[in-house]
């Protein structure tokens, strides 16, 4: 893989999980209810638009590189190595958030979608493992998915190497009818992991649309644009496209300042992904009782900034501290930030992320993500 293809995949990452840190600030309006002043469309347009395609590009990407590394030949291999880099940071983000929420509702009253007073099994099921539902700490259902597309990626494989075309077809068939019922929770991941890995498997220049990087960038927010102007809430046509316009769209910026910086904030990422969703509650708890006298376009404007200032800043301790548990933490995702003294942690290679409020944010909606 080039350098300019993996600078790509960089950017993506980074820009795709900052917005899904957009995406979580609360408070989270549905299209229907969208106002018609200029930040109430404003808003929409990034929380019920463009972001809604962060799951999707981070999914074609990881699907890419699973086939592009031919593991879906090697299961064991693919099963060992997932484990470590998706399920190992489910477990270590997820489980501390359940002890943590069942705190919260016991002893200072807090109410959340999950009623962990309860002793129904199943609400316990799906708070610490989000077997058919969100998990607790909700923005990690993205990894919960890509657990469950890992289990079928040997038969994923099958189709791609031997019948591409028709083994799309039966994808889109089978998963945007539901017919998996809670395996994958969101259907559109699985068509647009397949996709990735079509793209791998055949063996397709990744940089061949290049030069209607232009042209992409415009369908893309001509299509954003449209959903909160007709108040569409079926998002799934742009979930499924938006892939294979922001890839081309990303060589128009991978060489500039700013994706230059993207590229290197990248090593923040999975860390970002994994840890906002508290900060996030947090926040728009603190935001209630100021709501006053601090504007909400400038709370929701700021969080997403402060947030993934702090997470900087944590992560850049962390590797100083104790960068054998982050790395730990993080499936050996963590590395240590230029500047920081070689002691302070090894340099491992930064994988790809295996990237409502209901849970715990009062004003998000993971269903949507």
Not at 95 to 109: D, N, T
């Given at each position: ?296 376009p400038m709370y929701w404007v700021a969080t997403p900034v402060l947030t993934t200032a702090l997470m900087v800043l944590l992560y850049r301790a962390g590797m100083k501290v104790m960068p054998g548990m982050l790395q730990f933490a993080l499936g050996g995702r963590a590395r240590r930030p ?32």
């Amino acid at each position: 893989m080039d350098t300019n293809v993996r600078q790509r995949f960089d950017l993506l990452r980074f820009v795709m999980i900052f917005g899904v840190v957009v995406l979580h600030t609360p408070q989270y309006v549905a299209i229907a209810d969208v106002g018609n002043d200029g930040f109430s469309l404003f808003k929409a347009f990034f929380q019920n638009a463009m972001f809604r395609t962060t799951v999707p590009v981070l999914t074609f990407i990881s699907g890419y590189l699973v086939f592009h590394a031919n593991l879906d030949l090697a299961p064991k291999k693919l099963l060992l190595k997932k484990a470590r880099s998706l399920l190992l940071p489910f477990l270590v983000f997820n489980l501390p958030m359940v002890a943590i929420a069942w705190l919260a509702v016991s002893f200072a009253g807090l109410k959340l979608s999950y009623d962990l007073t309860s002793s129904d099994p199943m609400v316990w099921a799906n708070a610490v493992f989000g077997l058919t539902s969100a998990p607790i700490n909700y923005p990690l259902n993205f990894l919960r998915d890509m657990m469950a597309l890992v289990l079928i990626t040997p038969l994923l494989g099958l189709l791609l190497r031997h019948m591409p075309f028709i083994g799309l077809a039966f994808c889109v068939a089978f998963f945007l009818n539901n017919l998996d019922g809670p395996f994958v929770l969101r259907d559109t991941m699985p068509i647009v992991f397949y996709m990735g890995g079509m793209v791998a498997c055949c063996k397709w220049e990744l940089r061949a649309w290049d030069e209607y990087a232009w042209p992409c960038l415009l369908v893309f927010l001509v299509l954003c644009a449209s959903i909160i102007y007709f108040r569409n809430a079926n998002t799934t046509l742009l979930r499924l496209v938006s892939p294979m316009l922001v890839w081309p769209a990303s060589a128009l910026f991978v060489q500039s300042r700013f994706g230059q910086w993207c590229v290197r904030m990248n090593k923040y990422s999975f860390f970002l992904f994994m840890a906002h969703a508290p900060v996030l509650v947090i926040s728009w708890q603190l935001y209630q009782r100021v709501g006053d006298v601090v504007p909400y376009p400038m709370y929701w404007v700021a969080t997403p900034v402060l947030t993934t200032a702090l997470m900087v800043l944590l992560y850049r301790a962390g590797m100083k501290v104790m960068p054998g548990m982050l790395q730990f933490a993080l499936g050996g995702r963590a590395r240590r930030p230029a500047g920081l003294p070689a002691q302070a942690g090894q340099a491992m290679p930064v994988a790809a992320p295996a990237v409502t409020v209901a849970n715990m944010n009062p004003s998000a909606s993971t269903t949507n993500n």
